[in-house]
């Protein structure tokens, strides 16, 4: 059997497939090499300037070398063909370089395929709304071209409306799809690069300035939303990594906790607890950071005895918990007496000056002591900057007798190595203080911005008590949020500090869009369909029931489609139905009947392009014409329809197909 | 129905047009169709393609009497329709009819007069009679116009308005003839010389049974199903800025009639509303972009409605 000849390709359909090769392989252009960028660019360009032209295309020789080069280059870039980066640059390679050897329809449908699939390509560098947009309109314009390739030249709008209809239409197979295929764990593309680059987060350990450069972000660090009122912002202390062991320069968890396994610390709630969930940016690190105490924790995490919340493993997507916190408590009244040892340990060298005035202080009660250190805060000349002057050796003492300028690292740093050495238990506790109420969606938004470090000492009636230094030098980062505590010239974030009202309002409505796509579309995960689908009534599913309910829904959808869009071929005509079955055994010998070609035009067609079945088609065309366009309308049992049936048995039996 | 069982004298026809109009056997149906289905025919294209040469010879062929009128811009309704002149020896006003008054007019050019004179002829295609100064005349049984135009884009032109157009059952374009086609007349001369030399296939009376033969092809209801789809479709399609009318739709089915008729059919079939439509529709059907559809608009809409 011979093949046809490839349909060419229309003139006016050139464009479409450039237009979707530029949509499918530019936005690449961020990711790829410099050259390869350039090449695809060059390409394309030819490849219009060609179409302009009216020019022929190159030889197929100048393709293949150039095709060898550049695959040959990737494979140097890369150093390999395979694997996610070489593989998404050989994809571009072939999307700029196939429409140049592109003569005829096939070679149009390749590169639309080939966009098709390129399209998916763009999800393993980003999952945001906005690249989900622009592939919506891509995969809207590669529709529109398939339109365009096969239903010929139509106003753009036309084809723009029939290509959005079409995927309208996929609509209900997409929900269908979305709501009750079974999830991995875990995102679906593998993990896409923009979960790890750039985290940021609390550092896991404290020296001058670790906090104060976190502070220079306006980055979303974790989003909460409170069950019922949202208590005062100086009581949301989120807590992080807790901080008892010093060496001069830098503050670090002790290693104690990391090991033996603490008594788990006794918490008596002396307040209402409040119930809360938090979705958390990824930081790979394992503190959750909890409101200070949590009561209740999510699964598959714990509270150390320092009291953080933390997961088995550090945190590398973006995932939601809930927590219940009370605000007023007593923790660990009788703590471990090595735990005190390590809240009073300081480098045995250094900061002699901080050392006399705490020995000043040693005879007064330990309450008294914090009292004296605050006031000393409050009372003599210190000031809440996040540009304090660089510190030498004496850390400690240059702050406190002489530069006098810091931000709250500083303080927590100096206050807990105050209390030290006046022989009070103290720790530094990292985290994050305040928030901001996104009014759009409800969710108290904390920031980067927000980092914040305070200090915690240990009283023998009270437990753990904590006191925030940062609190008696600028009350009012503490009542009403970074911004207000620091003057103007400070170098924060703009996000963080906008002044116009719309400008304030938009960014509220973004992050809320942007939860709302982490939550429902990026954070979709087997227990999220497991809540979505109990809330409709299905309490217990699996993917199995899963799987089958979804092939019968899409089933029932197409059924759906079809008799809507089929109305005409319900029709139970035996004279159709004969002929719609010479004309299918017709197409298994290689000859589809178009749907609008009539009975003559058709057995004409068939005597030109296979002879051997002329005078048997042209019968049965004579039969069905009659039968269907002639007088004896209605007479559908009588003889002809008899011979038109019998057509169909006296077909030849099928050669098997060359292949 | 073997594909032989053309009428006799439809085939004589036919055969005898092609004799003379070479490779045109399509066109030259169609026109023959139209003037089976009482139509008028509009034929557009450059000049010297032979469409002149068609509506005369046709003209010759079925044994009509003959009248020509070269269309140009200086041309008075009068000039088509006839003037009374004052006889001295009877003393009245005579009158001296027009050209129209034949039963086949060949208008040449029409697009070439202006609107006032084309309405004039148009009005009479319309009636069926001339009314000048009062009086009413018929015209001649059958009477047929047969108009020719050049392409509207040329320079001097006036385009016939919509509403002109849709009086033409169909319009056809000749285009250039093929190569062997166009070495066979250059080698035997121009075809009008062979023109005198037509006689007429048809006797007095033969060419209305023709016609009421034509118009008695049986056309089922399935075939309506499908010549109405085709009609629905094109009022759907946003390309077009108006759907085909109820008028045009009569003149499909008028025009697949004869057309069956002419392939000797007893029936109509899809085929038949197939092959006119783009005669039928072309000049009906105009484009959002405002030009007239092309033939391959007419193709995207036939494919775009499957047979049932």
């Known amino acids: 059997m011979r093949a046809r000849p490839p349909a060419a390709l229309e003139h006016g359909a050139v464009p479409w497939l450039l237009v979707v090769a530029l949509a499918t392989a530019g936005p690449h252009a961020e990711h790829l090499p410099a050259w390869l960028t350039v090449l695809v660019a060059a390409a394309l360009l030819w490849r219009t300037w060609l179409w302009h032209q009216q020019q022929r295309m190159p030889p197929r020789w100048s393709l293949a070398l150039l095709v060898i080069a550049a695959v040959a280059a990737i494979g140097w870039q890369f150093g390999s063909l395979f694997g996610k980066d070489a593989g998404v640059a050989m994809l571009v390679l072939f999307m700029a370089l196939k429409p140049l050897e592109m003569h005829n329809r096939r070679d149009a449908l390749v590169v639309i395929m080939l966009g098709y699939f390129l399209l998916l390509t763009h999800y393993f560098y980003s999952q945001s709304i906005p690249t989900g947009l622009w592939l919506l309109a891509a995969c809207t314009l590669l529709t529109g071209a398939l339109l365009r390739l096969h239903g010929g030249a139509q106003p753009v709008i036309a084809i723009a409306r029939d290509a959005g209809l079409l995927l309208l239409q996929a609509l209900p197979f997409m929900l269908l799809l979305y709501l009750l295929f079974p999830r991995v764990t875990g995102p679906l593309w593998g993990l ?113 005895a320092t009291l953080e919340a933390q997961s088995r493993e550090p945190l590398r997507i973006r995932s939601r918990f809930s927590f219940s916190s009370v605000l007023d408590y007593r923790v660990n009244r009788m703590e471990a007496p090595a735990s005190l040892q390590q809240a009073l340990t300081l480098p045995p060298q250094g900061n002699p000056r901080t050392r006399a005035l705490a020995s000043e202080w040693q005879s007064r009660p330990p309450a008294r002591i914090a009292e004296a250190a605050l006031a000393m805060f409050r009372q003599e000349d210190f000031h809440y900057t996040l540009r304090p002057p660089l510190l030498g050796a004496d850390a400690i003492d240059e702050f406190l007798f002489d530069s006098r300028r810091g931000f709250c690292e500083h303080y927590a740093s100096a206050f807990v190595f105050l209390m030290r050495a006046a022989g009070v238990p103290a720790r530094v506790v990292a985290g994050y203080q305040g928030g901001e109420l996104n009014p759009v969606d409800g969710y108290l938004t904390v920031r980067q911005s927000d980092a914040h470090a305070w200090a915690e000492i240990w009283l023998a009636d009270e437990g753990w008590l904590r006191i925030d230094p940062t609190a008696a030098v600028a009350p009012s980062r503490i009542e009403q949020g970074i911004v207000a505590a620091l003057p103007a010239g400070e170098p924060l974030p703009g996000i963080i500090r906008l002044d116009a009202d719309w400008m304030r309002d938009l960014r509220n409505r973004w992050e809320a869009a942007n939860n709302t796509w982490n939550q429902w579309v990026l954070g979709y995960n087997p227990q999220r369909q497991r809540e979505v689908l109990s809330r409709l009534g299905w309490p217990d599913p699996d993917w199995r029931s899963m799987t089958a309910l979804l092939a019968v829904l899409c089933g029932l959808a197409l059924l759906l489609v079809a008799l809507w869009t089929l109305p005409g071929r319900r029709r139970d005509d035996p004279v159709q139905r004969a002929w719609q079955a010479y004309c299918a055994q017709l197409g298994r010998r290689g000859i589809v009947r178009a749907d609008w070609e009539g009975p003559l035009d058709f057995a004409q067609r068939v005597a030109r392009e296979k002879p051997e079945l002329a005078t048997l088609t042209s019968e049965a065309a004579r039969h069905y014409a009659e039968l269907r366009y002639g007088e004896g309308d209605g007479d559908s049992d009588g003889e002809p329809l008899r011979r038109l049936q019998q057509c169909v048995q006296r077909l030849p039996p099928q050669r098997r197909r060359r292949i | 129905m073997p594909p032989t069982t053309r009428p006799s004298p439809v085939r004589e026809i036919l055969a005898a047009a092609n004799a003379v109009i070479l ?185 209305a049974l023709l016609q009421r033969q034509a118009a008695a092809v049986h056309v089922s209801p399935a075939l309506l199903d499908y010549l109405q789809l085709l009609v629905e479709a094109t009022r759907k399609e946003q390309r077009f800025v108006h759907g085909l009318s109820p008028r045009a739709a009569l003149s499909l089915l008028a025009a697949a009639r004869a057309w069956a008729f002419t392939g000797g059919r007893a029936m109509v079939l899809p085929e038949d509303v197939q092959a006119v439509l783009p005669a039928v529709a072309r000049h009906r059907l105009r484009l959002v972009s405002g030009s007239h559809a092309d033939a391959e608009d007419i193709a995207l809409l036939i494919r775009s409605v499957p047979l049932a």
């Open chain 1, 192 to 304: 896409p690069q923009d979960a790890h680059a750039g985290l940021s987060g609390l550092p896991s350990q404290m020296s001058p300035g670790s906090i104060s450069n976190l502070t220079l972000s306006g980055a979303i660090a974790f989003r909460s939303r409170f069950a019922g009122e949202i208590p005062e912002q100086a009581d949301l202390y989120w807590r992080g990594p807790v901080f008892d062991e010093y060496d001069g320069v830098t503050w670090r968890a002790s290693r104690q906790h990391g090991r033996s396994p603490a008594p788990a610390p006794v918490i008596e709630a002396r307040g209402p607890a409040h119930d809360y969930s938090s979705i958390l940016e990824a930081h790979n690190q394992r503190w959750l950071l909890a409101l200070d105490v949590p009561t209740r924790l999510p699964p598959d995490s714990s509270l150390a």
């Open chain 2, 23 to 207: 490779g045109k056997s399509t066109q030259t149906r169609l026109a023959l169709c139209c003037l089976l289905a009482r139509g008028h025919l509009l034929i557009e294209d450059l000049p010297g393609v032979g469409k002149t040469t068609l509506a005369h010879t046709l003209a010759r062929l079925l044994g009509f009497q003959f009248s020509r009128v070269q269309f140009t811009s200086d041309m008075l309704p009068a000039d088509i329709l006839g003037v009374s002149v004052f006889d001295r020896e009877q003393s009245s006003f005579r009158f001296l009819p027009g050209p129209v008054f034949a039963q086949v007019l060949l208008a040449d050019e029409i697009n070439r007069a202006t609107p006032k004179t084309q309405s004039a002829l148009l009005e009479a295609m319309e009636e069926g009679q001339v009314t000048t100064e009062g009086e009413t005349r018929p015209l001649p049984e059958p009477f047929f116009v047969i108009a020719t135009q050049n392409p509207s884009s040329q320079i001097g032109t006036f385009p016939l308005p919509e509403s002109q157009l849709d009086r033409f059952l169909l319009r056809i374009d000749l285009g250039y003839p093929d190569h062997d086609a166009e070495r066979s007349l250059l080698e035997s001369g121009g075809r009008r010389e062979q023109l005198p030399t037509l006689a007429a296939r048809l006797g007095a009376g033969e060419f």
